[in-house]
């Protein structure tokens, strides 16, 4: 069986650019979870909702890309704190399956919200790269999964800095730690879950605009948040650099997949199935995923 190799290297190529920004899109999943014990099934939206934001300025109000940019980062942020203040805030002490079921309708909200607002037809962002392309080795590398992994890098080096030396990334980690001993501390609890939710919905308002600059921005995009669940499950719900660290495994191994489908096995659907696959088999290895941190219960 005559295999192209070239076209190998160059999806797996993909797959780790992609990868990081999956990784980018797992660190809020992480970062809420850790902060307030939450998993917000509704970072898919989030991610599509940055995506149309800065479309729409540049569509609508003929704004260059950069200052929509801008606008959909600052844009997002507020959302997350409103998000977290109106929804999420009254829900504080009720059972953890309360506050899950709320973010899976605040998805159903987001979703119906788009359509009405946006439609639900798929839009191209204008080329704001003029088609330039780099080679690596042989392999072209489109401007846009460039700029996707130079910010999936620039944020995970500012995600390090602000938990490692920020007063208040120290403040959040302490309330990941252990809620009651941070408030005890003088720590503003309801300050930090808001904080948490502003800087998840900026970073996937990033996410989002980065995949809408390559796929174009539709409805459909929302699926990342499904797509990169198993990343998180597999570095570790609580672990940042193993959010980092599966999504880069999620992405190599999408594009493996698809590789070994088109050239070998001719099913046609192993991209999309691939990564549940993985995250079974982790789970059954190692339930609490590479990273994750082991919770014993007593009963």
């Avoid at 980062?73 to 977290?84: E, K, N, P, S």
């Amino acid at each position: 069986m005559d295999l192209n190799w070239n076209l190998l290297l160059q999806l797996l190529l993909n797959g780790v650019i992609v990868g990081m920004l999956y990784g980018v899109v797992a660190m809020c999943f992480v970062l809420i979870y850790k902060s307030t014990q939450v998993v917000n099934f509704a970072q898919g939206e989030f991610v599509v909702l940055g995506a149309w934001v800065c479309w729409s300025m540049i569509a609508w109000m003929e704004l260059h890309f950069i200052p929509a940019f801008l606008f959909a980062l600052v844009f997002m942020t507020l959302y997350g704190v409103i998000v977290q203040v109106v929804v999420l805030r009254p829900l504080v002490g009720e059972p953890i399956i309360s506050v899950i079921m709320a973010t899976i309708g605040l998805s159903i909200f987001m979703q119906a919200l788009m359509n009405w607002v946006f439609g639900n037809n798929a839009e191209s962002f204008p080329d704001i790269f003029g088609g330039w392309k780099i080679e690596i080795g042989g392999l072209q590398v489109e401007a846009g999964y460039l700029l996707s992994f130079v910010l999936s890098i620039v944020v995970m080096l500012a995600f390090f800095w602000f938990f490692k030396y920020s007063r208040w990334g120290l403040a959040m980690r302490a309330t990941a730690f252990n809620q009651q001993v941070a408030a005890s501390l003088g720590i503003s609890t309801r300050q930090v879950f808001a904080m948490a939710w502003a800087i998840s919905a900026l970073v996937s308002a990033i996410a989002g605009i980065v995949l809408g600059l390559v796929n174009g921005v539709s409805t459909g995009l929302a699926f990342i948040g499904i797509k990169v669940f198993p990343a998180v499950i597999v570095g570790g719900l609580d672990s940042i650099v193993g959010a980092i660290l599966g999504g880069v495994i999620i992405g190599v191994l999408e594009n493996g997949a698809e590789f070994v489908d088109g050239q070998i096995l001719k099913v046609g659907n192993m991209y999309k199935v691939a990564p549940f696959y993985v995250l079974i088999l982790i789970l059954m290895i190692k339930p609490y995923g590479l990273f994750g941190t082991k919770d014993i219960e007593r009963v």
